[in-house]
């Protein structure tokens, strides 16, 4: 049996798999959504790894693109980017919880305190300046805007007010009554700015704006409205090794359940990715590969780990060589029925990612 070499086990060896982040792309998604913000600041949702990305250089290319203002969901997301965030602020969506505190209080990212509960705790503790939610028809987290006390919110240091739109992608009526709830409580409630919009409701026009804005999803390519169609530029192209290329022949069919038959003789290539790597198996049947302008779509279902795509068109295609998968993100909601969110934050851990 062949010995272990110590020193060649410390070489890592190479992802099968990679995300192509288009740097530029980036910044300037953000930089679009900061013109679109009017006179409001435009911070950036970094939450979930950056949307799948890689939260730190995340961070990192925003700040130079001018951004200093950050959210995460909680404050293991926070101490992740803590060592990036030099002069920005980080705000913690989450609150804190009792096992946040110690935490919390050392750090310099703010809690976005949620519910009564969270209030007292922050008080109790002494904390300092923190962020306030205020829920004006979501109904998911935030003080509810009918039941406020202006007891509750007293010796609070509020740096920022906030509500969270919950129709801001479509026309919806919903979308002006929390503007104007949202309108009445920042002319009641003292803070030193006031933030209700994301990315589909920086869209919704100025009013929506206030003091901040928060986008996420356009920063990292989503379309979260169709006004954003012709600005907001693709940043994630995911990119697969071909394992192997094989012939299949006329009848047979290809991967489990035999869902593709071939009505005629056909040239495939089997490639290193799968529902594992966030390619769920809803693809099937409507995704594909891209070779410049040329699509190879796929044949039959998406499993674990592995794919197959037609190749026929595609001669000069070997064992090794690199695809590029179709991703753009509408396209690929369209094709698979998951939300932008979705394919963005499913992204598994064995794609390299790589920055261009």
Known sequence: MPQANPARMNELPPAPLALHLDSAA????????????????????????????????????????????????????????????GDASLSVLHGVQHED??????????????????????????????????????????????????????????????????????????????RARFQQLASTIPAKRYSLANSAGILLGEDYAFDLTRPGLAIYGGIPRAEALADVAQVVRPRARILQRRRIRRGESVGYGATFVAERPCEA?????????????????????????????????VSMDLIVVDV????????????????????????????QYELLTGLGRRYERVWI
């Open 269 to 301: 290539a089997v490639l290193n990715l799968g529902y594992a790597d966030g390619y769920l198996r809803s693809f099937s049947g409507t995704g594909a590969a891209l070779l410049d302008d040329l699509r190879l779509p796929l044949l039959g279902r």
């Open 26 to 85: 980036l910044r300037s998604n953000w930089q679009w959504l900061a013109r679109k913000s009017g006179k409001a600041r435009c911070g950036a949702a970094i939450k979930a790894n950056g949307y799948g990305l890689g939260a730190r250089e995340v961070l990192r290319q925003l700040r130079i693109a001018g951004c200093r203002d950050f959210f995460v969901a909680t404050w293991a997301e926070a101490a992740e980017v803590l060592p990036d965030l």
């Open 312 to 339: 026929t068109e595609a001669p000069s295609l070997r064992e090794g060589d690199w695809l590029t998968l179709e991703f753009n993100l509408p396209t690929a909601s369209a094709q698979s029925g998951l939300s």
């Open 101 to 178: 505190m110690a935490f919390a209080l050392g750090s310099p990212g703010r809690p976005v305190l949620n519910s009564p509960e969270q209030i007292m705790r922050w008080k109790d503790a002494g904390g300092g300046p923190c962020d306030v939610m205020i829920d004006t028809g979501m109904n998911r987290l935030g003080l509810d805007w009918q039941e406020l006390s202006a007891d509750l919110l007293n010796g609070l240091k509020i740096e920022t007010l906030c509500s969270h739109l919950a129709c801001a992608d479509e026309e919806h009526s919903l979308n002006g009554i929390q």
